[in-house]
């Protein structure tokens, strides 16, 4: 059973004019009336264009703006009281609800999909208010997929550049890959589509609860997918519109990243221990997906903040890593910035004695996830430098590279899981 | 119960379309007839009609199933005689009904006399009665409308080697109204038939009377000129009597028809009858509010004239790209289906045979703002035969009973104007009025009670229109108001059950009474009326106070 | 001699025999009330534990958080832990009574004073052993914040922290067992003071960057400031 009591009575009224759809597409907000209004009319420009029959609904879940974002959204509505020159054929729903409790997009995807559950909509689409440069052509590449061709969940691929999503490109996606045999180049999306089966089965997940249902909940679908071996299609989308707002803190990152991934290796272990098919994940349209500005980079800090966790978190550390790792790491930080390298093996090994001390919970879990914070510091910056001239084709294969250490030290991840130090 | 006197009873008119030669052949030669038209006024009477609207009955090669006249004056030797049709007229009038008849002014037959003398030679003083010219090149900007067969408006004439203009077929040669003698003429034709007490014309084709260069010769100032004239004459000697505008145009064109309300008295809704279509399959009301939002107000005389099918196919000219895609997809599935811009398809088939949206499409014909029609047949939900060529498919022979060919001849099947309707769903065995006729749930029923109840007032004829808008979209809301007479229609368009919430706060305190079964619903009160509502259902409520 | 030796022998054996024999059914009865005990508190275990497992203790524990403790402290469930303290305490009682049983002089009261300590020495012990986990675990996530917030001295830091909630948690400790009442005042004190350190430091390190904006708006900027948070322009995900 669904829990619909998220849904207010007066969101429940609207859910009822609105009736049963083919498409739901979801917007997460918390005040972004600044971007949400140019969103939402490319998102109703992609489904008059691409699906003109399909009945359609917009569903804005709001963490409680107060900048006017649920009116922009609401604005986006065709019907007939409201005049429009638009070539509609149906009317159009553009409606907002303010979900309870703090902003949070796990608690907006639950109300999303309790939204979808309720409407019976055949594919769900949710689009991050902050992307900017949202094309109409972008609703088409993320639901045709799962209307057309029966796909379960459609992942975007981005072109970034080369330095963003750091995070994702040297931990989560190698991980997801070598792990779970799933080669999916954004686990973790923004903007995404998923059918109703999955939806479903998502909904009726014990996650709600849970820190992973509020937040990372995006990375857990995926996860979800694919331990569930889902039909996963990744669709080109283009660039991502990068907002001028602070970038987000590195722990709460970590925390929604590798501390989501390290949960979903310790409840699903069957999913990985044995070794599985791959779980193939197509890509339509798929391009390198780098762009090369040039970018201001503090790596002096990095250094100096990899050295300093080294030394100030050692007893930490010393209940976490295997005494060979720990001293691999303690001797790099003693190496000057110019020669500091922290290899793709070592850091694979790394991350997997995480993911087995999370999984024994040596020290608090979050403490684990915590710990690994000053150790991706490194791991970044021998990025940083391993790629200042890299061209396109470098930085793929790059990456490669990581996801290739990791593969190969799965092993070393099966004996350390359970102990074996 | 005579014919009332009353200037605007075209206003409370319920129309029935027939043509002669598909209604009853009393001759037994394969053709109905007007005696056997006569015959059936009972029937049409019972329905509870009150006009009738007479396809050409006129002599004719019959190529564009007697659009193509050739001699306006006389009728057509296959369905009688001139005096089997004045006495079919004074039953009719009898009965209370009227009689409108086809008038084809753009064009004639390329048999008619006046052809024929005209195209004898350059200096035939009946030369100018039609188009002419050396090219082919003239009146460039004028749109082909019978796209499937006609390459050019301008057909080569090798008797007089001049190129004569056809908006339609190219045996069917346009009259040129520029000429004051066919001007007389046309008005002299139209006094034969008032003076035998014919009630109204439907005017075929109006948009397409005069041409000049330049334009898209389409609804032109002079065109209007020439109806103003004909309207004018028409009140002057023969007060009460109706034109009906046939022209294929958007509302916002067409308002010019009306004029000030001294051109056509009323005129079709084309747009809106693919729209309505078009809502139940969307399930959504969207595109019947916005095109009656696009609909101009008209003047207080004049009247919309509304239709779900009739003798042509479907149009779809007065739909977006978009619209016409669906359309197709939705109704017209197979290619044969479909002619020009539309769907050759009666109503039930078109319908999938599906009682309830039969119900709702004529619950809601009757209940908007215009003149109903009924085209004939569909009040017993007959089929199509889509593998007869044109539009006759749609216009095969009534099915009366289960009997030989269905009632509607005593000759032998093969020399029928047209093969009836064999297949055992649609066929005159499955589908026939004496078969209906023993059932109170029937069609033929339901539609005589709909019918009655529609004419048991005059809102839904003269009253106005107020759109409610409920937020449901699936469900289509209006209230219709004459004088202190107010009623409340909903249509369900949706295939599921629907819970609506209605504002009906200007109604407060009054209760609702179903029209149908005259049960009293709740009385409304402060809070929006909630209504759940069955798939495709639709309800009249009288709104009184008690 | 050697006759009154051995008699004296025969005698002490004949004494310790007597004893022995005097002593021994007490002996047997307190082996059984301890065998049995033993049973009792097996059975009670096993009791604790499926009542704890259908009231799904575990979960509870877990949103409070005491199972990440306890895991910390490789320690088994909460569920395991407090049914085997019921099997302890339980035994433990039958233990007692079966040594009273002995009528060894002046035990009965030592066994009542002891039964009487027991539950503050039960609570104590409570205090004890959770405070201890939370001094390691606050003093961890101390550690961790101040590291990856980039303060400095994060150990000094930590240590503190971890010093002051042990010495509050003895404190209370004692203070139950009635071993000195004093402490728990200066206790109090201490506890207070790191109380308000830590919002000081959880205020410092939420709203450095508010406080920053905040200072430069109203004492103009300073480009070195500006520096320091180059790395984070990086969008990790």
């Known amino acids: 059973m669904p829990d619909e009591s998220i849904l207010s009575d007066e969101f429940i009224r609207e859910l009822i004019n609105v009736g049963e759809v083919d498409i739901l597409v979801g917007v997460p907000t918390h005040n972004d009336a600044r971007t949400v209004g140019q969103v939402v009319q490319a998102v109703r420009a992609g489904l008059l264009k691409y699906f003109p029959r399909a009945r359609s609904v917009i569903i804005n879940a709001d963490g409680g703006s107060r900048d006017g974002t649920r009116d922009l959204v609401c604005a986006a509505s065709i019907n007939d009281t409201v005049g429009s020159n638009l070539p509609a054929l149906r009317t159009l729903h553009s409606i907002s609800t303010q979900y309870e409790g703090p902003p949070a997009s796990g608690t907006a995807l639950h109300t999303i999909l309790a939204a979808a559950d309720l409407l019976q909509a055949k594919a769900c689409a949710v689009i991050s208010p902050e992307s900017t440069s949202l094309e109409p052509e972008w609703v088409e590449r993320l639901l045709r997929p799962v209307i057309r061709e029966g796909v379960d969940l459609v992942l975007p691929v981005y072109r970034r550049h080369k330095f963003d999503g750091m995070l994702i490109r040297n931990l989560v996606y190698p991980v997801t890959r070598a792990v779970y045999g799933c080669t999916v180049q954004e686990p973790y999306p923004s903007d995404y589509a998923f059918s109703s089966n999955l939806g479903s089965n998502f909904l009726n997940q014990d996650l709600w609860t849970q820190e992973q249902g509020r937040h990372g909940t995006e990375l857990w679908l995926t996860l979800a997918a694919i331990i569930g071996r889902y039909r996963i299609y990744q669709s080109f989308l283009g660039t991502r519109g990068r907002l001028e707002s602070p970038p987000s803190d590195l722990v709460k990152a970590m925390r929604e990243t590798a501390g989501l991934l390290f949960c979903s290796m310790d409840c699903y272990p069957a999913a990985w221990k044995d070794s599985r098919e791959p779980l193939p994940a197509p890509c339509g349209g798929c391009q390198p997906a780098v762009s090369l500005e040039p970018m201001r980079v503090n790596r002096k800090r990095l250094h100096q903040m990899f050295t300093f966790g080294i030394s100030q978190l050692e007893p930490v550390f010393s209940s976490i890593l295997s005494t060979p790792t720990h001293e691999e790491l303690k001797r790099l930080a003693t190496l000057p910035e110019n020669e500091f390298e922290l290899p793709e093996p070592l850091w694979a090994r790394t991350v997997y004695e995480f993911a087995a001390a999370y999984h024994r919970a040596v020290i608090g879990r979050d403490h684990v996830v915590q710990a690994l914070v000053p150790l991706f510091r490194g791991r970044a910056l021998t990025f940083l430098t391993e790629n200042r001239e890299a061209k396109e084709s470098e930085i793929e294969s790059n990456i490669d590279k990581v996801c290739h250490a990791f593969e190969a030290e799965k092993p070393y991840l099966l004996q350390v899981w359970d102990g074996g130090k | ?252 064109d067409l308002r010019a028809y009306f004029s000030t309300g001294d051109e056509f008295h009323m005129a079709f809704h084309f747009p809106l009858m693919p729209r309505m279509f078009m809502g139940v399959k969307l399930e959504d009301r969207k595109p019947i509010t916005e095109i009656l939002k696009q609909t101009p107000e008209i003047p207080e005389t004049c009247q919309w004239c509304l239709f779900l099918r009739n003798h042509d196919e479907l149009t779809l000219e007065m739909v977006t790209d978009l619209e016409r895609d669906y359309m197709y997809d939705e109704y017209a599935k197979e290619k044969a289906m479909r002619l020009n811009l539309g769907i050759r398809r009666r109503l039930a088939p078109l319908l999938d045979n599906d009682r309830r949206r039969i119900e709702l499409m004529n619950g809601m014909l009757m209940s908007m703002p215009g003149t109903p029609i009924v085209y004939y047949g569909d009040e017993i939900g007959m089929g199509d035969n889509i593998n007869l060529g044109d539009r006759n498919g749609v216009r095969t022979p009534m099915q009366w009973d289960g009997g030989w060919n269905g009632g509607f001849s005593t000759a032998d099947p093969e020399t029928l104007y047209s093969p009836l309707m064999l297949n055992p769903v649609y066929g005159f065995q499955a589908v026939n009025v004496q078969s209906q006729k023993r059932f109170d749930h029937s069609l033929l029923a339901w539609m005589k009670r709909l019918i009655k109840i529609r004419k048991s007032t005059a809102v839904f004829g003269r009253g106005s229109i107020q759109f409610l808008y409920p937020a449901n979209h699936r469900v289509l809301a209006y209230v219709r108001k004459l004088g202190n007479e107010t009623i409340l229609v909903v249509n369900n368009l949706s295939s599921s059950a629907q819970a609506v919430e209605l504002d009906l706060k200007p109604y407060k305190g009054n209760i609702l009474v179903e029209m149908f079964g005259r049960n009293v619903f709740p009385r409304i009160g402060d809070l929006p009326y909630l209504l759940t509502m069955g798939p495709y259902q639709f309800y009249w409520f009288k709104i009184r106070r008690v | 001699m050697w006759s009154n030796f051995v008699g004296e022998m025969t005698r002490a054996a004949d004494e310790i025999l007597k004893g022995f024999a005097r002593f021994l059914p007490r002996i047997l009865e307190m082996l059984v009330i301890v065998l049995v005990g033993w049973v009792i508190a097996i059975l009670l275990r096993a009791i604790a534990r499926s009542i704890l497992k259908i009231a799904r203790f575990d979960k509870l524990s877990e949103h409070t958080g005491a199972t990440q403790l306890l895991r910390g402290a490789a320690l088994p469930s909460l569920t395991e832990l407090t049914s085997r303290f019921v099997f302890w305490i339980a035994w433990l009682g039958f233990i007692l009574l079966g040594i009273s049983v002995l009528g060894v002089a002046g035990f009965d009261e030592h066994v009542a004073t002891f039964i009487e300590f027991l539950p503050r020495l039960v609570v104590s012990l409570f205090i004890l052993f959770f405070g201890l986990l939370a001094a390691s ?52 004190g201490m506890t207070f003071g790191a109380l308000m350190f830590g919002l000081a430091l959880a205020f410092g390190l939420g709203g450095k960057d508010l406080a920053r904006r905040y200072l430069e708006k109203r004492f103009g900027s300073e480009p070195a400031e500006e520096q320091h948070d180059h790395e984070d322009e990086l969008s990790p995900l």
């Open chain 2, 1 to 252: 119960m005579p014919v009332q006197q009353d200037a605007l009873w075209y206003k409370d008119a319920v129309i029935y379309q027939v043509h002669v030669r598909s209604f009853l052949d009393s001759s037994g030669d394969g053709n109905g007839d007007f005696r056997g038209l006569a015959q059936k006024l009972d029937y049409l009477q019972d329905l509870g009609i009150n006009t009738l609207w007479l396809m050409p009955f006129f002599p004719s090669p019959l190529r564009d199933d007697g659009y193509d006249i050739s001699d306006y004056r006389t009728v057509n030797p296959l369905y009688g005689t001139l005096d089997d049709f004045k006495n079919f007229l004074e039953v009719a009038h009898k009965r209370g009904i009227r009689v409108i008849i086809e008038m084809v002014l753009n064009h004639t037959s390329d048999q008619h006399p006046w052809f024929q003398e005209s195209r004898s030679s350059r200096s035939n003083p009946r030369r100018d009665w039609y188009v002419w010219s050396d090219t082919d090149t003239k009146y460039k900007g004028t749109r082909i409308i019978f796209l499937d067969t006609e390459l050019s408006n301008w057909a080569w004439d090798p008797v007089s080697k001049q190129y004569y203009w056809h908006r339609f077929f190219s045996h069917q040669p346009d009259l040129n109204w520029d000429n004051p003698a066919v001007r007389e003429e046309m008005w002299d034709v139209m006094r034969f038939w008032l003076d035998m007490g014919v009630d109204a014309f439907r005017l075929d084709a109006v948009p397409y009377l005069v041409e000049r260069e330049g334009t898209n010769c389409e609804n032109l100032p002079e065109t209007h000129g020439v109806i103003k004239d004909l309207r004018t004459r028409l009140d002057r000697e023969y007060p009460g009597r109706m034109l009906l505008a046939e022209a294929n145009q958007w509302p916002s």
């Open chain 3, 137 to 188: 675990f606050f003093s961890r996530a101390v550690l961790l914040g101040a590291v990856n917030a980039n303060l400095s001295s994060p150990r000094i830091i930590s240590w503190a922290v971890r010093t002051m909630i042990i010495l509050f948690v003895v404190s209370m400790a004692f203070e139950e067992l009635s071993i000195s009442s004093r402490t728990v005042v200066v206790a109090f």
